[in-house]
């Protein structure tokens, strides 16, 4: 018998060994392949990178996988960068990053095309992975034969909340232009939030904090958890055992804001405190794609500090840390980098928006510091104790096993697709 048809709509391409959203993409079209024939749809202005980068075993899932180039618009960022004068151009792109570059719209071209290829196709199912690529469906789903069964939006976490976080603490940094144009941006994430909710029949999110966000302020029933799953190694890595030196680790995609401000505040902030509370050498071990030339200079000018760029497997860098950390001060959905380091078995140490999403006890799976002095004392406490770390690696290992694992993605995704 043959399996229904599910066209799955992504501004990424779903990679297991990908970092965030492409690894969350990954394991819903992992698990949906069991169930439909799908025609993967990745529409991108960054389309040739990620031509580049689709990993091998994504072509078995899919009965298909088309990429569309567009340059898509996001006004109006875009007006206000090229009405800027040439001297504040690169300052306005790279306080606006992501957004900038995240498109919530495509051009007229786009969309013609979009509808040509799919006129008259025939969907049991719509998956939109992450809201960018609303305005993608929407092209497509009047032209098919019939309405899919059920269309499904995966927003992963609030964006309307994170750019109005992000707003409320750096409007001091922006200044006035950027924090103008965050506003409206946000503004229009908000309005397409809401368009989601009557176009879709089921909005995903990725915590439970979120769903309880989103049920109260839009007052609708249509949203469900789809939580982020680790792939758990067959058994956690062994304990590094080297008295006078710790690694810390942090790994995370170095072209994004919350990534950059949160390592600026580390290495500003909290580095130096922790070099002056022990006697160890402690060294900071960065590990990321698409570092930004912010993040570049950052690592230049502290000793002791090396960056890894694009690197094919983590494994080898957990098995050399002692501590995973954490430190972002903004930012929205839950920490792929934190299931991550419980699964290799690693502490990990976290500002609360950090760890915002995970269903973690402090103090029993991993440590909290919400200033820079109490980061610095979290770290230092494990520096000072292995057995400490040990016990908090294997409770963050049990937590990923008993809510983080396949099995929690499976009753997820079965519950929204039935």
Known sequence: MSKPSLLFVSNVAPDANGYGASIRAWHQISWLSKHYSIDLEIASARISDIERGIPSDLYPLCNRITLTPCFGRSWPIGDVIKSAR?????????????????????????????RERYKAGNYHAVHIFRLPCLRIAQAVVPVLARRPDRIVIDWDDVESCALERRIKQQKLQMGRLVTAVHRITAWRYKKMERYSLEFCDNVTVCSESDRKFVAEIYATRKVAVVPNVMSLPTAPLAPRCIEDEINLLFVGALNYEPNIHGLQYFMGSILPMIRLGTQKRVRLVIVGRSPSKIIQNLVASVAL??????????????????????????????????????????????????????????????????????????????????????????????LVVEKYGPQALAAALTAVYG
């Open 305 to 398: 500090v090396e960056i890894h760029a694009n690197v094919p497997t983590l494994e080898s860098f957990y098995a050399d840390a002692d501590i995973a950390i954490v430190p972002l001060l903004n930012g929205g959905g839950t920490r792929l980098k934190i299931l991550e380091a419980f699964g290799y078995g690693r502490a990990v140490v976290s500002t609360s928006i950090g760890a915002e999403g995970i269903e973690a006890e402090p103090g029993k799976q991993l440590l909290i510091g919400d200033t820079a002095d109490a980061f610095a004392a979290q770290c230092l406490e494990l520096i000072a104790s292995t057995e400490r770390r040990e016990q908090l690696a294997q409770a963050g290992r049990q």
């Open 86 to 114: 040439p001297k504040y151009f690169s300052l306005i792109a790279e306080a606006l990053w992501p957004y900038a570059g995240e498109s919530i719209e495509y051009d007229s071209w786009v969309r013609w095309k979009l």
